[in-house]
């Protein structure tokens, strides 16, 4: 729905220090019990029509995890998917994508259905001259986060 790519919140980074910090805490127990050198791939699909919205903040999950992490995106942050549509593809240390992958699937899922709400509700009104505002009434510490993804979804801030 946006025409042009959104610039990234300046907290982003923190914002995700603060969920690595509740999610994981001193460490992931179960991460633990894996071999410091394995390496692992996985993938990320949409298990229902979405607009894509959260890239940036799922990247830096795994980049302050362990910059070894790659994540290949197959979509563009705004794009329109249908359910079952593989949306990237990751590779690195087991023990990194094991501990991110909750906060980074977190952050991934509510910046799509932000983005999901905005777009339902621009697309209600396209073609008139009214215009979908967005408000504060955002979740605490993803208030700048929650804004970026009604504006991917096409309503204005």
């Not at 690595?20 to 805490?25: C, F, K, Y």
């Not at 249908?82 to 990751?90: E, K, M, T, Y």
Request: aromatic share 6%; charged share 20%.
């Amino acid at each position: 729905m946006q025409d042009a790519p959104q610039p990234l919140p300046e907290d982003l980074d923190a914002t995700v220090s603060l969920a690595l910090a509740e999610d994981v805490g001193s460490g992931d127990v179960s991460a633990g019990i894996l071999a410091p050198e394995a390496w692992a791939e996985a993938t990320v699909v949409s298990r229902e029509d979405t607009t894509v919205a959260g890239g940036p903040w799922f990247d830096a999950v795994f980049r302050q995890l362990d910059r070894r992490v790659v994540v290949a995106w197959l979509v563009a942050e705004g794009e329109r998917v249908q359910a079952g549509h593989l949306l990237c593809r990751l590779s690195g240390p087991a023990r990194a994508l094991l501990t991110g992958e909750r906060t980074a699937l977190n952050f991934l899922q509510t910046l799509c259905g932000t983005a999901n709400a905005a777009r339902r509700y621009a697309e209600a009104i396209a073609g008139s001259s009214c215009r979908i505002l967005d408000t504060r009434k955002t979740l605490p510490c993803l208030s700048s986060a929650q804004l970026y993804a009604v504006r991917i979804g096409g309503a204005v801030d």
